[in-house]
């Protein structure tokens, strides 16, 4: 099996490749057009700012690329926030795999739950609808760090609740992206690496 890890300006790829050490699988980190079609898995990870990562996509036309790809592809973190249709991050125009909009968190609703944005830390992830959450079970707890969200929508997989309810994870077609760092996300997050390898 070749897995391929995009590779950009945006990447937290050390800690997806370390992760995906552990569960005995090795990975390449590429931008080749060629080597990233050929992959039988896609990871799209992502640490960063949404108008400076969709710019640096765009021109390497890694934009067309990742939309065109038919195997099955994770974005991770920014990475799912960027297949979405849009971004409220100095108002990005996304890659719109996804039809749900990336949202800032609300201050006032922060600030009446005395919630810290951006989020970092421990939640549960609930409303599991996938097989990428085979084994888990509701109310798992994962590993986030973000200011903004995907707003929750038909393409839904998974849910956290902070600040308000939105999407943890999404599935169309090929496409997965989850919010949090399964990397990040000790025994749950290898299990979720793993059942996406066996898609």
């Not at 945006?10 to 569960?23: F, H, K, P, T």
């Not at 057009?33 to 896609?42: G, M, Q, Y």
């Not at 960063?48 to 065109?68: H, P």
């Not at 038919?70 to 409220?88: D, K, R, Y």
């Given at each position: 099996?070749?897995?391929?890890?995009?590779?950009?300006?945006?990447?937290?790829?050390?800690?997806?490749?370390?992760?995906?050490?552990?569960?005995?699988?090795?990975?390449?980190?590429?931008?080749?057009?060629?080597?990233?079609?050929s992959?039988?898995?896609?990871?799209?990870?992502?640490?960063?700012e949404?108008?400076?990562a969709?710019?640096?996509?765009?021109?390497?036309?890694l934009?067309v690329?990742?939309?065109?790809?038919?195997?099955?592809?994770?974005?991770?973190?920014?990475?799912?926030?960027?297949?979405?249709?849009?971004?409220?991050?100095?108002?990005?125009?996304?890659?719109?795999?996804?039809?749900?909009?990336?949202?800032?968190?609300?201050?006032?609703?922060?600030?009446?739950q005395?919630?810290?944005?951006?989020?970092?830390?421990?939640?549960?992830?609930g409303?599991?609808?996938?097989?990428?959450?085979?084994?888990?079970?509701?109310?798992?707890?994962?590993?986030?760090?973000h200011?903004?969200?995907?707003a929750?929508?038909?393409?839904?997989?998974?849910?956290?609740?902070?600040?308000?309810?939105?999407?943890?994870?999404l599935?169309?077609?090929?496409?997965?992206?989850?919010?949090?760092?399964?990397?990040?996300?000790?025994?749950?997050?290898?299990?979720?690496?793993?059942?996406?390898?066996?898609?």
């Amino acid at each position: 099996m070749k897995l391929v890890i995009i590779k950009y300006n945006a990447g937290n790829i050390q800690s997806v490749l370390y992760a995906l050490e552990r569960i005995g699988v090795e990975a390449i980190v590429t931008d080749d057009e060629a080597l990233i079609r050929s992959a039988d898995k896609v990871i799209f990870p992502g640490v960063g700012e949404a108008s400076t990562a969709m710019n640096y996509l765009k021109e390497r036309g890694l934009d067309v690329l990742i939309r065109s790809l038919t195997q099955p592809v994770l974005g991770i973190c920014l990475g799912m926030q960027l297949m979405c249709a849009n971004s409220e991050e100095n108002d990005t125009p996304c890659l719109g795999i996804f039809d749900e909009n990336v949202k800032k968190f609300n201050p006032d609703a922060q600030i009446q739950q005395h919630l810290k944005v951006p989020q970092i830390g421990w939640n549960t992830i609930g409303e599991l609808k996938s097989p990428l959450f085979f084994d888990l079970k509701e109310n798992s707890y994962c590993y986030f760090v973000h200011g903004y969200y995907a707003a929750k929508g038909e393409h839904t997989i998974a849910t956290t609740d902070y600040v308000l309810p939105y999407s943890a994870a999404l599935h169309k077609n090929n496409f997965y992206g989850v919010q949090f760092h399964p990397e990040k996300s000790a025994a749950v997050g290898e299990q979720i690496l793993k059942n996406f390898i066996k898609l």
